[in-house]
Each structure stands twice: as structure tokens, then as C-alpha cells.
């Protein structure tokens, strides 16, 4: 199976930086890609940003380019969520996920990932 665990987390004021972390474990094979999701109260669950393990160029929903940066480290089964320049808007419970996706990479569809970490929550305040 795989796990994915994620971790960095917290609360931060408006215009502040976070970077998540999401370590995967167990049977890495299986998925190409990594994604990361956030789910605020009463919405959708949404992507925010994905990357192949193959290498190629991220994908990032409009409303955070420029501002968050997704990376990872195949060596370490780990990808990355720098987040900068913080709003409000962005408190959400933030999810990493794997799958097996088609390149390129044209959209961040929660249907296409079957591996998914348990969460962390990231509160932005005004």
C-alpha cells in the first residue's frame, strides 16, 4: 500500500509563508504524480498544485500562481508546498495525493488520485 503523511501545518497571518511536506511510504511504484488539495469549510474540495515524478512543468490552480511553489525530491518520496504572500482565502485543510496520471499534465482532478494523507490545516488570518 501507500501512505502519505503530511506535516507543516499552522496558523500564520496574511501575508505570511508555510511549506507543507508530504512524505509517501510503502509502495511508491504505483504513482507518477503528486498533488496537493485543501478543502475549506462548506467547499468543494480543490487542487491547488501537481507534478510529475518524471520531472516536466507543474500545474497550478489560477488562483495561487505565483504565489505557491510545489517541488519534489524522488530520492526522499517527498514533495513539497511553499506557500508565500498567504491570503485569507487560502485557510483550508490542505491534502497531498498520488496517482497514476497521463503527461501532460492538464488538470488537478481529486477523481484521478487514489492516495491521499490524512491532512493538515493551515489558518491565514487578516
Known amino acids: 500500500q501507500v501512505q502519505l503523511v503530511e506535516s507543516g501545518g499552522g496558523s500564520v497571518q496574511a501575508g505570511g509563508s508555510l511549506r507543507l511536506s508530504c512524505a509517501a511510504s510503502?509502495?511508491?511504484?504505483?504513482?507518477?504524480?503528486m498533488a496537493w488539495f485543501r478543502q475549506a469549510p462548506g467547499k468543494e474540495r480543490e487542487g491547488v498544485a501537481a507534478?510529475?515524478?518524471?520531472?516536466?512543468?507543474?500545474l497550478y490552480a489560477d488562483s495561487v500562481k505565483g504565489r505557491f511553489t510545489i517541488s519534489r525530491d524522488n530520492a526522499k518520496n517527498t514533495v513539497y508546498l511553499q506557500m508565500s504572500g498567504l491570503e485569507p482565502e487560502d485557510t483550508a485543510m490542505y491534502f497531498c495525493?498520488?496517482?497514476?496520471?497521463?503527461?501532460?499534465?492538464?488538470?488537478?482532478?481529486?477523481?484521478?488520485?487514489?492516495?491521499w494523507g490524512q491532512g493538515t490545516q493551515v489558518t491565514v488570518s487578516s
Open positions: 495525493a498520488a496517482g497514476a496520471i497521463s503527461a501532460p499534465i492538464s488538470t488537478i482532478s481529486p477523481n484521478m488520485y487514489i492516495y
Open positions: 507534478i510529475l515524478t518524471s520531472g516536466g512543468s507543474p
Open positions: 510503502g509502495y511508491t511504484w504505483r504513482y507518477n504524480c
